[in-house]
T-cell receptor, first 115, second 115 residues
Framework: AQKITQTQPGMFVQEKEAVTLDCTYD???????LFWYKQPSSGEMIFLIY??????QNATEGRYSLNFQKARKSANLVISASQLGDSAMYFC????????????FGTGTQLKVEL | GAVVSQHPSWVICKSGTSVKIECRSL??????MFWYRQFPKQSLMLMAT?????????EQGVEKDKFLINHASLTLSTLTVTSAHPEDSSFYIC???????????FGPGTRLTVL
């Protein structure tokens, strides 16, 4: 069975600085996808970024980039130029291709951006 | 694109009553919809997967007679919590994906409080 580990329950960062949220995963499958979602206090889950296991380049979406290190089984999220609105819970998740498309979530990291 | 709505946003009901939550994909056809439950400060827990026109597949430990799921069209899935009790109080959130796409897009969630 697959597993996602997020070891940082909470992180603080100053506005305009970059921050890295850690995520490691465990699976014996070769074909999978990795996601990051943002959940503000309102509760909605906002899709941020996706990385396929066969993608050779790291995914980027605006200020978000995914540092994909396949050999280490890590998929860290990097947020550049943090903004106050980035304060939220961040979840890393994985789906196995052909595994019913079920998402397995990590426990989340609460990010607080300060002035 | 990829907008998912949920209705209602929050609901308070008396113990023993049934509550129906709707999940709609507004701008794409959702071949698969997922229902999750989230307790405060915890990650999302998958309850069931529903494919359009088929019976839902429930995760282990989720009572299918208590949490009735219907996915009658490519844009609508409903979750009915039957004979709700206080322990059913939680945040329920749905997600949807279209065929051939790994990414799940989430609705804004429904906060259920059972008195």
């Amino acid at each position: 069975a697959q597993k996602i580990t997020q070891t940082q329950p909470g992180m603080f960062v100053q506005e305009k600085e970059a921050v890295t949220l850690d995520c490691t995963y465990d699976t014996s499958d070769q074909s999978y996808g990795l996601f990051w979602y943002k959940q503000p206090s309102s509760g909605e889950m906002i899709f941020l970024i996706y990385q396929g296991s066969y993608d050779e380049q790291n995914a980027t979406e605006g200020r978000y980039s995914l540092n994909f290190q396949k050999a280490r089984k890590s998929a860290n999220l990097v947020i550049s130029a943090s903004q106050l609105g980035d304060s939220a819970m961040y979840f890393c998740a994985m789906v196995l291709t052909g595994g019913g498309n079920k998402l397995t979530f990590g426990t989340g990291t609460q990010l607080k951006v300060e002035l | 694109g990829a907008v998912v709505s949920q209705h209602p946003s929050w609901v308070i009901c008396k113990s023993g009553t049934s509550v129906k939550i709707e999940c709609r994909s507004l701008d794409f056809q959702a071949t698969t919809m997922f229902w999750y439950r989230q307790f405060p400060k915890q990650s999302l827990m998958l309850m069931a997967t529903s494919n359009e026109g088929s019976k839902a597949t429930y995760e282990q430990g989720v009572e299918k007679d208590k949490f009735l799921i219907n996915h009658a069209s490519l844009t609508l899935s409903t979750l009915t919590v039957t004979s709700a009790h206080p322990e059913d109080s939680s945040f329920y959130i749905c997600s949807a994906r279209s065929a051939g796409v790994d990414t799940q897009y989430f609705g804004p969630g429904t906060r259920l409080t059972v008195l």
